[in-house]
């Protein structure tokens, strides 16, 4: 056994979670330090790896915001857990609970008699001056009285070892979802140890959350429906949003998804309207309906709140529970609690004063070089400061300010954070921490998650804990008894074949929206990366084949993907094509648009989807500041190309087939009916139709060379190019094949859905059909009839290429716009 502690610099005048007050390493932290001991360093660092892997390969996130390398930025997991002994959680969960309970009569009272101001307990101007205290919502019912279905708690523990609240979250509480990832990946670290420990399960709290959101549902004898409402990607905790949503089997949904019906709250799907029953917000309260509430938010349901009034949708939490989250409230909570509760707080606020008060302000100014100044409101435009920190100067400013609007501003003891271990890579070095607690709304009562969310400082010497700051995570652990076999996530019942599903009834447009144009994308990119590589590989071995590079040249040019001669060199024009942030048909635009898609869809991709997609994005980063190595892009262009062929692979054998996988499908049809269309047209009216090193090209564009090859056993000419490329119905991409496969999906959706069938599209592949190749080599004419013949293929081409967009549209119109055929001839 190796000595972790030999470099360890002990903290100062702060609890160690690790070390008692002598240095030695405390009871319930032995068995995990004597494992450590005995592990080699490469052992460790193999868990640490795996970790990071883990990590990587999960998607796992956390967007830092204002940050250039923010958007997904890796979620930061420590190696180590941090333990908590059992007795000691009993205490910690039983002053959770208690907060919970009085928090949620605060809410209750706050929107109902507001009996704590009117008997003095809770000053006006803290509550009726808070951005969060919503006005359209007094008078409201809860259902079953709970305001509070998720609440959370963020705890640190003094150098005493007692623990203190730093601040309660109350509104759309975060961090649950991140705390079980964090369970699912370290648990797997150590396994054995995870075991021996007898660490208690998490699964039943979200097991009470699906319970309690489902009986409290006004669902009126039907299946509720709930969903989880978020803001969106852009969200600096999304993933979470995204795993909770697949973690309890609700739809993720955002407020584009949902309408408001006669008071009545519906979720719009392909098959049309269904009714929304409870809805678990990630959303900030004044967001939630630009109709009452904040009418600039472009987030929220108009008309949720009437809804919501009616009792005809429940939303946890409540809107208008951010009003909870005034650091200047828990001042006021000792006297709350001892009214309405009959109770001492188990778990004390850090000492904090609402400078509204004169003698608190004086206390306040007193103290100012020993305590944080916070606002009280979070529309103040200031940033939290120490008065440690200021000079005099500074300080005399601050207290100017204070006395000028007292009301506006909190005041509070500076917190000493406990120190915990964490593994630097080589050793163990000690951090500061907080800790962020769960609690749900049962029948019986507020459960606490045996765990939680251990939040690490960034820098050795830092006092504030912020995962917008840098900070990182760490797993819970609560040391003690467990049920044995593990816990399941859903209530058991009885399933009969009454009960089978084959379909997700409640799938959003907007994600089948965005599934059609993640297929056209993938198909883009895929078309426009053969056409880059063509050209590329021609342009570096231009001495051998200039005839080819310039048919290819001319083909991007007419296609859009390469600019006019005008525009610059042939060099500059290829690197605008392939990395041009600027042009729009670049093949870089192109895949930050299929990432954008992906990532508006994640929720249904699977895991090895969207690893592949993982990958497509690394290949994707190599495009930024790439150097002018057009022997390095070729081979960035061959890696694509094969990631992109994983893709389509993924999506036609690893994807349950839904309407989402349809539609998806029918976005990569349509896109390659129309690129292999449009190219094949543009090759035809070149004049290259008979240069063979053309023609060669033109089946590596099509996919074909290989089966081509083994066919003929000789070099590329006309005829048999042409019938591979368009009529060979065996070849995927043969554009028969497409129209075919195209036309007999659209079949089944125009019978499920009732809608009158594409006769043009069918009349247009019968044409195709129906084309006679020995037109082409008929001796009776000339050379002036097969340019005539070739013409009119490719007008052909065109018009399919035009019937294929108009396909499209009309997609767009009845499924993601919802406008019906009758609606388009009306306004027509």
């Not at 101007?125 to 008078?139: I, K, S, T, Y």
Request: aromatic share 8%; net charge negative.
């Amino acid at each position: 056994m190796h000595d972790l502690l030999a470099d360890y610099p002990p903290p100062a005048g702060a609890y160690h979670e690790l070390l008692d007050a002598k240095g030695n390493v405390r009871p319930h932290w032995r068995r995990l330090y004597e494992q450590l001991a005995r592990s080699r360093p490469e052992h460790l660092a193999q868990r640490e790896a795996m970790l990071a892997r883990q990590i990587q390969e999960n998607g796992v996130t956390y967007n830092v915001y204002a940050d250039p390398d923010g958007a997904d930025r890796p979620w930061e997991l420590d190696l180590l857990p941090n333990l908590i002994a059992a007795d000691e959680w009993q205490q910690i969960a039983a002053g959770v609970a208690q907060r919970a309970t009085l928090l949620n009569r605060v809410l209750a009272d706050l929107y109902g008699p507001q009996k704590l101001i009117a008997e003095g307990l809770l000053p006006t101007e803290l509550v009726f001056g808070h951005n969060n205290f919503l006005w359209p919502c007094q008078g409201m019912q809860a259902p079953g009285g709970t305001w509070l279905h998720l609440y959370a708690v963020d705890l640190a523990r003094a150098p005493d070892g007692r623990w203190w609240v730093t601040a309660d979250r109350t509104q759309a509480p975060s961090g649950a979802g991140y705390a079980l990832e964090n369970r699912q990946i370290v648990s797997r670290a150590f396994p054995e140890l995870y075991r021996d420990l007898r660490v208690q399960y998490l699964a039943g709290f979200f097991r009470t959350l699906q319970d309690t959101l489902a009986r409290q549902a006004p669902s009126g004898g039907e299946t509720p429906l709930v969903v989880l409402l978020t803001p969106g990607r852009f969200n600096e905790s999304y993933f979470e949003h995204l795993y909770l949503a697949r973690q309890l089997g609700y739809p993720l949904v955002e407020g584009s998804d949902l309408t408001v019906r006669d008071a009545t709250l519906y979720l719009k799907t392909l098959a049309g309207l269904r009714r929304v029953h409870a809805v678990l917000r990630r959303l900030d309260d004044d967001y939630c309906d630009p109709l009452e509430l904040r009418t600039d938010s472009a987030l929220g349901v108009p008309g949720l709140l009437e809804a919501v009034r009616r009792g005809r949708v429940l939303v946890a939490n409540a809107l208008g529970s951010g009003v909870l989250e005034s650091p200047g409230l828990p001042g006021f909570l000792p006297a709350i609690s001892e009214h309405l509760l009959g109770e001492e707080l188990l778990l004390p606020s850090i000492a904090s004063w609402w400078c509204g008060e004169p003698p608190v302000l004086d206390e306040a100014l007193e103290k100012l070089d020993q305590l944080l100044v916070r606002p009280a409101f979070p529309s103040q435009s200031f940033t939290p400061v120490f008065g440690r920190d200021l000079d005099e100067a500074q300080r005399a400013k601050l207290a100017a300010r204070l006395k000028l609007r007292p009301y506006a501003y909190v005041a509070q003891a500076r917190a000493k954070l406990s120190q915990a271990p964490v593994w630097d890579g080589s050793g163990l070095q000690p951090r500061a921490i907080g800790m962020r607690v769960f609690a749900v709304a049962s029948a019986d009562g507020y459960r606490v998650m045996p765990g939680g969310l251990t939040r690490v400082a960034a820098e050795a010497d830092a006092e504030v804990v912020s995962m917008q700051r840098g900070g990182a995570s760490k797993d819970t652990w609560v040391l003690g008894t467990r049920q044995s076999g593990g816990e399941p996530w859903q209530t058991q019942r009885t399933l009969g074949t009454a009960d089978l599903v084959r379909s997700d009834p409640f799938l959003p447009s907007r994600v089948v929206e965005n599934l059609y144009w993640f297929g056209r994308y993938a198909e883009r990119c895929e078309g426009n990366a053969r056409l880059l590589r063509i050209m590329l590989a021609r342009y570096v071995d231009d001495d051998d084949d200039p005839q080819a590079l310039q048919s290819a040249l001319a083909l991007a040019q007419e296609l859009g993907l390469l600019a006019d001669p005008e525009e610059g060199e042939l060099a500059e024009r290829l690197l605008q094509a392939l990395l041009g942030s600027d042009w729009p048909a670049s093949l870089r635009s192109n895949l930050q648009r299929l990432q954008w898609a992906a990532g508006s869809v994640r929720g249904k991709l699977s895991q090895a989807n969207w690893q592949a997609l993982v990958e497509l994005q690394r290949e994707a980063q190599l495009l930024e500041g790439q150097p002018a190595d057009f022997g390095e892009l070729l081979d960035f262009l061959n890696r694509l190309l094969m990631s992109l062929a994983a893709l389509s692979g993924f999506a036609l054998d690893d994807m349950t087939r839904d309407d989402g996988w349809r539609f998806l499908m029918f976005g990569r049809y349509i896109e390659r009916l129309q690129f292999l269309c449009d190219s094949f047209a543009g090759f035809l009216r070149s004049g290259s139709a008979t240069d063979q090193s053309a023609l060669e090209w033109l089946l590596e564009l099509g996919n074909s060379s290989i089966t081509y090859r083994t066919r003929y056993l000789a070099s590329a000419q006309l005829i048999p190019v042409l019938d591979l490329l368009l009529l060979d119905e065996q070849n995927p991409h043969a554009v028969i094949f497409q129209m075919r496969t195209l036309l007999h999906s659209l079949q089944g959706l125009h019978e499920r859905f009732e809608l009158p069938a594409e006769r043009y599209l069918a009349y247009l592949e019968e044409q195709l059909a129906a084309f006679n190749l020995g037109s082409l080599e008929n001796p009776l004419f000339g050379p002036g009839n097969t340019r005539a013949v070739l013409e009119g293929l490719a007008d052909l081409l065109v018009a399919i290429s035009e019937a294929a967009g108009a396909v499209s549209d009309h997609l767009g119109l009845r499924f993601f716009a919802h406008v019906d055929v009758s609606q388009r001839t009306q306004s027509s």
